[in-house]
């Protein structure tokens, strides 16, 4: 069983480095199709493409993201987010759509017809 586990694995390593050369040459040649005659821009070789996708992975999506959510904003703790859950404005909302009044509305109710 340990052994079919090392081949499954290295039969996945295989199959991400083949998409990896794949999609980097795929990308060289509409490069090398399009901007050149577009934008007067140079042709590129394979490893200048490998780079130029390491590098916009890199300043698009940062280095790593590992196991947290890489949106702070949706964290309970965060500045922007003034103490309130996501659930508890998905509440607000469902109560608003389905028709019920709250206490503040009530009181806002009362206070015009005085």
Do not use: C
Not at 77 to 100: C, I, L, Q, V, Y
């Amino acid at each position: 069983m340990k052994a079919r586990g090392v081949f499954y694995f290295g039969k996945f390593i295989i199959m991400g480095v083949a998409f990896l050369a794949l999609f980097t040459y795929v990308v060289m040649l509409l490069w090398n199709w399009l901007v050149p005659e577009l934008f007067s821009g140079p042709i590129l070789t394979y490893w200048q493409t490998l780079g130029i996708l390491l590098l916009s992975k890199i300043l698009l999506t940062g280095v790593g993201h590992g196991h947290r959510d890489s949106r702070p904003w949706r964290s309970k703790d965060h500045p922007w987010n003034h103490g309130h859950s996501r659930t508890s404005w998905r509440k607000k909302f469902e109560e608003k759509m389905n028709g019920k009044v709250t206490e503040e509305q009530k009181q806002e109710g009362e206070s015009k017809d005085d």
